[in-house]
């Protein structure tokens, strides 16, 4: 049986979640429609999220997530690092690449976590830290089939970031709130992708099971 929840609480995050999928902002009338919600109600609420820097108001006083959010989520980064290292150690090991686990910032993908092999004479070096646009890059475009649902497994990309390079990453899958794929990056163009890719896609299940649990 499901426990009891907070009616109140439950009603601010759904504004939470409401205006962080709506990027031009809402006005209160909009937002009381959205959420189905008396106007007073939604009043109330917006007023105690802006005092906590969760919601502001833009200039024409459209309502819009507030920077306090970004405190909230660096508090999530550290647990994102200490759940996916091992899981991209093990990926690196395997099939002998630098892998990563990138992360979506907006329409930039930026790279939160990096392991190199231990056993490679030679292998790509990847700034954690890096960004690059969603678009251009596998580790972008595989958050961007995230976004899109697109059942397709993994992405490979040639050279998009790096001259020669190869990229070859899977989405993180059935986490909420997170938009984040999984991948490796070489310089070897024998790089066998059909056993590689089923070995990315794994290491993103098993990181999104990871995650489920923590």
Same mark, same amino acid.
């Given at each position: 049986?499901?426990?009891?929840?907070?009616?109140?609480?439950?009603?601010?995050?759904?504004?939470?979640?409401?205006?962080?999928?709506?990027?031009?902002?809402?006005?209160?009338?909009?937002?009381?429609?959205?959420?189905?919600?008396?106007?007073?109600?939604?009043?109330?609420?917006?007023?105690?999220?802006?005092?906590?820097?969760?919601?502001?108001?833009? +200039? &024409? /006083?459209?309502?819009?997530?507030?920077?306090? =959010?970004?405190? @909230?989520? #660096? %508090? !999530?980064?550290? *647990?994102?690092?200490?759940?996916?290292?091992?899981?991209?150690?093990?990926?690196?090991?395997?099939?002998?690449?630098?892998?990563?686990?990138?992360?979506?910032?907006?329409?930039?993908?930026?790279?939160?976590?990096?392991?190199?092999?231990?056993?490679?004479?030679?292998?790509?070096?990847?700034?954690?830290?890096?960004?690059?646009?969603?678009?251009?890059?596998?580790?972008?475009?595989?958050?961007?089939?995230?976004?899109?649902?697109?059942?397709?497994?993994?992405?490979?990309?040639?050279?998009?970031?790096?001259?020669? +390079? &190869? /990229?070859?990453?899977?989405?993180?899958?059935? =986490?909420?709130? @997170?938009? #984040? %794929? !999984?991948?490796? *990056?070489?310089?070897?163009?024998?790089?066998?992708?059909?056993?590689?890719?089923?070995?990315?896609?794994?290491?993103?299940?098993?990181?999104?099971?990871?995650?489920?649990?923590?």
């Amino acid at each position: 049986m499901a426990g009891e929840i907070s009616q109140t609480l439950d009603r601010g995050l759904r504004v939470l979640d409401v205006l962080a999928a709506t990027p031009d902002g809402l006005t209160m009338t909009e937002l009381a429609a959205r959420l189905e919600v008396n106007r007073t109600v939604v009043h109330r609420l917006v007023g105690t999220l802006e005092r906590h820097a969760l919601v502001r108001r833009d +200039a &024409r /006083g459209r309502l819009r997530v507030g920077l306090g =959010v970004l405190r @909230l989520g #660096a %508090s !999530v980064q550290p *647990v994102l690092r200490e759940v996916a290292t091992p899981v991209l150690r093990h990926l690196a090991e395997a099939v002998g690449c630098t892998a990563h686990l990138t992360v979506a910032d907006g329409e930039e993908a930026l790279a939160l976590v990096v392991v190199e092999p231990s056993w490679t004479d030679f292998h790509v070096g990847y700034r954690v830290g890096s960004r690059h646009p969603l678009a251009q890059g596998a580790a972008g475009r595989a958050i961007l089939l995230g976004r899109a649902a697109d059942p397709t497994p993994y992405v490979v990309t040639v050279g998009e970031l790096q001259s020669g +390079a &190869r /990229g070859l990453a899977a989405p993180v899958r059935d =986490v909420p709130g @997170l938009e #984040a %794929s !999984v991948g490796i *990056v070489t310089l070897d163009s024998g790089l066998d992708e059909a056993a590689a890719g089923p070995q990315v896609q794994r290491a993103a299940a098993d990181l999104a099971s990871r995650l489920a649990s923590a």
